[in-house]
């Protein structure tokens, strides 16, 4: 799998887990227009420095069909609003639910492309370092089943392949003759890896009492650094969610929500959390260019 060696992911997975909580609830969260399109900005920017050009062909398959099928439904499926703009049959359709269509759409966008660069970062390992301690189990199991996925599509496609070129010695086989088969020899296979799994397993020692955890990652000065921060901008977008400074409602009639020291600032805030990685990739490119032009 094609990763940059993106800086925020050097960072502690502990970092790296609390940041796309933060971002990815408050994307939620925060019902505006603004930041709902920041959102989508930011997970943008990150996910091309992480995948390049196969992050715009994720977001251009699945996350854009979606978007558009909400932009295009809401406003014919919702009549709610005072301003139609024009009428199929007998049914209004409102500029306020078309808004309202819209500002779903960028959440739904922002949404999904956040979580597709948190299965960038968060690897199973790196997932294993975050939770291990709290629900050594639990995490185990989901560490497994993640990487069990990719590692039975894989073998899919070997025994498709490999009986494919075998043949079938010139007798016709059905289709569905032939998928059974291949099912038949992953399940055997599945059963066959989950069995030395399992003595791996026991051979190291696991589940046995005193067994302690390791992980290979430390918390550094920087990453309680990012943490404050990253609390600072939180609290801050969250204070302007309650001061009103970020309030949106679309039905019946559009309506922003400003409060006497304006919206700027907590729009900051959120546009900073967004765009942190982002920051802090390029400002690590300028150091080491920096770096280059003295030698």
């Known amino acids: 799998m094609y990763l940059r060696h993106d800086e925020f992911t050097k960072y502690h997975p502990g970092t790296n887990f609390a940041y796309f909580c933060a971002v990815i609830i408050l994307s939620l969260v925060i019902f505006h227009p603004v930041t709902m399109g920041i959102s989508l900005a930011g997970a ?156 791996a397993m026991r051979s190291r020692g696991y589940g046995l009492p005193g067994r302690t955890h390791y992980s290979g990652y430390k918390m550094q000065a920087r990453d309680g650094v990012f943490i404050a921060l990253l609390i600072i901008f939180a609290v801050t977008v969250i204070a302007g969610k309650i001061t009103g400074a970020l309030f949106f409602a679309a039905y019946p009639q559009v309506k922003i929500g400003l409060s006497e020291g304006g919206s700027g600032a907590y729009i900051a805030a959120f546009a900073l959390m967004c765009f942190a990685p982002a920051v802090i990739e390029i400002a690590e490119e300028l150091r080491w260019k920096q770096l280059e032009s003295k030698i």
């Open 44 to 199: 943008l920017v990150y996910a091309i420095l992480l995948r390049g050009g196969k992050s715009l062909k994720f977001f251009f398959s699945m996350p854009f069909i979606i978007m558009i099928l909400t932009v295009i439904l809401n406003p014919i499926f919702v009549h709610k609003g005072i301003t139609p703009l024009f009428y199929i049959g007998d049914s209004p359709v409102t500029k306020e639910a078309f808004i309202y269509g819209a500002c779903a759409t960028l959440m739904i966008g922002s949404v999904m492309m956040w979580f597709y660069c948190y299965s960038q970062v968060m690897t199973s390992d790196r997932f294993m370092a975050v939770a291990g301690r709290v629900m050594p189990k639990s995490s185990l199991v989901f560490s497994m089943v993640l990487r069990f996925i990719p590692r039975l599509k894989n073998q899919a496609v070997k025994i498709r392949n490999a009986r494919r070129n075998a043949g079938t010695n010139g007798e016709a086989v059905s289709k569905t003759k032939e998928a059974a088969g291949q099912m038949s020899m992953l399940t055997t296979w599945a059963l066959e890896n989950s069995i030395e799994t399992s003595d």
